[in-house]
């Protein structure tokens, strides 16, 4: 039986205009099962139905007048805790930050209002995003839906978690060295880190051109429906795209036949990849062979740049906490103090030979590659979601440092390349695995078809309410 919650974005807009359904219907759903699970995941820092329910009531009255703005009218929607949103806080995660309500939207949070869309909340992040897993201090930990004992990933955590259990249709991320990809992956749904500049952003982030925002949602064509609006240029960020977005959800309907798609188990990299993850990301590289693409498994023969990231990424968080004092650090996480405090020391001449020639030099490999290949498969990660409170996994197979079990989502960070994590299946403990389709940059358009063509050839599982750890 068809319910509200399990209604995409894309279905809602048609429900409204038929009198169907409204938007205060579908709000009201919303915030009722927010209410019922947030005690068990803990996915907002910011709840505001107040608010949610005067921007439903006002989409309604437009629907019922025949004056809908778009298809997103009456959508709810979440912003993470590092995106502005104007007369609510904007504390990144962080336990010190002020609770003072910031002044504006930001770019996306401009386009999503303007779009008529609903506000639901922030959702929880780690301290700065300076992590690929779900706890700060301000917020604790937020919990996997597929099994609490698990947790989501990071650095856009809750957002994931809203959109598994569809608290609210489409939900917003940033993506520093994977934050919407990781989180996407363990959290069984669709996570598009756009190409860079593609959405604006502003405030700018202290990591520069690693830092992309994009959605999560449930499916291909809520996140190319998310684009269409969020994509839009704004000037208030100088390195953004000034041209406007294709239609995204048209170009969804080409499949992938006679595209050239390179498979990439271990993007040629020396990591451990869970068994069951790797048989089944290979499987899903070969759909696309099924639906008429040319898969050759070949890797883009780049070494592991984590380097150049922990540069770029050390230096930002430096920056970052710059006006921080020793008093309020000890009360932040010890691990981003850490970080920052490694950045202090970085040279500039180091911070711009990784910013400038060791990224450009990745980046022209990669264009190189894609001339051979229109795009490129990988696994989102290389393991299933793991238990919460930790930043690496329990077995210690990669170490203590969070980005060895990230090693398929950050190079295309420093390419600014579009990647999308798409879900590919569950292991046998009911954890889902993430397929990572990337594409050359600017090729949204054909990262979000072949996304689209791999969905409707291998439906996705869904997980309707939080399932505890046996």
């Known amino acids: 039986m068809t319910t509200i919650a399990s209604l995409s974005a894309a279905e809602l807009g048609p429900l409204y205009a038929a009198k169907e359904l409204s938007p205060v219907d ?9 209410e019922r699970f947030e005690p068990e995941v803990n996915a907002f820092s910011v709840r505001d139905p107040s ?28 912003i993470k805790d590092n995106i502005g949103v104007a007369g609510w806080s904007m504390r990144r995660g962080s336990a010190i930050a002020s609770d003072a309500p910031f002044a504006e939207d930001s770019p996306v949070t401009a386009r999503l209002r303007e779009a008529g869309t609903v506000f639901l909340g922030k959702t ?4 700065y995003g300076w992590k690929g897993v779900g706890d700060s201090p301000a917020t604790g930990i937020t919990r996997n839906p597929w099994n609490t004992g698990t947790g989501p990933g990071g650095s856009s955590s809750g957002a994931a978690v809203c959109a598994a259990l569809n608290l609210g249709c489409i939900h917003i991320g940033t993506d520093g060295a994977g934050s919407v990809r990781i989180p996407a992956a363990f959290a069984g749904v669709v996570g598009l880190k756009p190409s860079y500049g593609r959405v604006p952003a502003w405030p700018i982030s202290t990591m520069g051109f690693l830092a ?5 949602t449930r499916t291909v064509t809520d996140t190319a429906l998310a684009m269409k609006v969020i994509g839009q240029p704004d000037s208030r960020d100088m390195t953004a795209l000034t041209d406007r977005p294709p239609d995204y959800v048209d170009g969804l309907k080409g499949g992938v036949r006679g595209l050239r798609v390179a498979w990439s188990p271990r993007l040629g990299q020396d990591v451990a990849v869970d068994p069951e993850i790797a048989a089944l990301t290979a499987a899903a590289a070969q759909v696309f062979a099924e639906l008429g693409a040319t898969v050759e498994e070949v890797d883009p023969g780049f070494a592991d740049p984590i380097e150049p990231l922990m540069t770029i990424w050390a230096a930002g968080a430096a920056l970052a906490l710059r006006s921080i004092g020793a008093a309020a650090r000890a009360r932040m996480d010890p691990g981003l103090v850490a970080v920052a405090e ?20 990745l980046a022209y490999r990669m264009a190189q590659f ?28 990669y170490g203590e440092d969070w980005t060895r079990w990230t090693p398929f989502t950050y190079p295309f960070n420093l390419t600014e390349q579009p990647a999308i994590s798409v879900p590919c299946g569950l292991t046998s403990a009911g954890l889902p695995a993430g397929l990572q389709i990337v594409g050359a940059f600017g090729k949204d358009a054909l990262v979000l078809r072949a996304a689209a063509a791999f969905e409707q050839a291998r439906p996705f599982a869904r997980v309707d309410a939080p399932v505890k750890p046996v």
């Open 212 to 216: 992309h925002l994009g959605p999560l």
């Open 370 to 397: 894609h001339q051979r290949h229109d795009l490129l498969l990988t696994p989102a990660l290389p393991l299933p979601a793991f238990a919460v409170g930790r930043n690496t996994p329990e077995h210690g197979a």
């Open 26 to 34: 579908v709000a009201k759903d919303a915030l009722a099962r927010i």
């Open 124 to 127: 929880t992040m780690p301290e």
């Open 342 to 361: 490694h950045g202090e020391g970085i040279p500039a001449s180091a911070y711009v030979d990784a910013l400038l020639n060791q990224r450009n030099a």
């Open 51 to 78: 608010l949610a329910m005067a921007m439903a009531e006002a989409s309604q009255a437009r629907w019922l007048k025949g004056e809908a703005i778009g298809p997103l009218d009456g959508v709810p929607v979440t």
